[in-house]
């Protein structure tokens, strides 16, 4: 069977032609030139040549975070599962006290007092009444809590472990604070509604 004959576009020049196979492909510039029905047309069911790179730059991106997440995660755990370091500090022979000061080596210096240098463990202790924390060098722990006076210690992670504070739409109730009666909540300034009970009807009992 012989060939529909294939009638250009008015107005199409060779020209256009060229710079449409440039830009779209030899195929796609074809269906551009030719007077054909719109529903065939190549563009609409072509998609992008660039489409498959830019799908791998989206998961490359995606993946290069993923793994900058999971090294901060495990940078994270390895800190918290420190609970000692070595480091170098002053201790004062009359005072028996361990510190890291300057300013205190200097003060039991003009005091007369021996002070040598030591490499000992500095530590983190967290009191068991008000959770508040202190360094500790050469296990050298206070007789009580300088907040609250308790006497119980224990142990934590140098670094203390990161915990995400919620943010205020977490907080936010879908319908808003709901309160079981309206007229139930005295408002400062305002004269508080009097509650009664309801007189019962004469033809209740009926």
Not at 13 to 26: D, H, I, L, N, P
Not at 48 to 67: H, M, N, P
């Given at each position: ?159 203390r472990v990161k915990r ?43």
């Amino acid at each position: 069977a012989p060939k529909p004959k294939l009638v250009a576009k008015k107005g199409v020049t060779a020209a256009m032609v060229r710079k449409w196979e440039e830009e779209f492909g030899k195929k796609v510039a074809v269906q551009m030139a030719l007077d054909v029905d719109p529903r065939k047309d190549l563009i609409r069911k072509q998609g992008s040549r660039f489409q498959g790179i830019v799908d791998q730059e989206r998961k490359a991106k995606r993946d290069r975070r993923l793994a900058e997440l999971e090294a901060e995660d495990d940078a994270q755990e390895k800190m918290e599962a420190v609970t000692s370091i070595k480091i170098g500090a002053y201790k004062c022979r009359q005072c028996a006290a361990t510190f890291d000061s300057d300013a205190t080596r200097v003060l039991c210096e003009e005091k007369g007092h021996t002070v040598v240098r030591v490499q000992v463990n500095r530590t983190r202790w967290e009191c068991s009444g008000c959770r508040q924390s202190q360094d500790v060098l050469d296990r050298e722990l206070p007789s009580h809590c300088r907040k609250c006076n308790a006497i119980a210690w224990k142990q934590v992670p140098l670094r203390r472990v990161k915990r995400e504070a919620p943010m205020e739409r977490d907080m936010l109730l879908p319908r808003g604070e709901e309160l079981k009666f309206v007229n139930s909540v005295h408002i400062p300034g305002q004269q508080a509604v009097n509650k009664f009970r309801e007189a019962s009807e004469d033809y209740s009992g009926l």
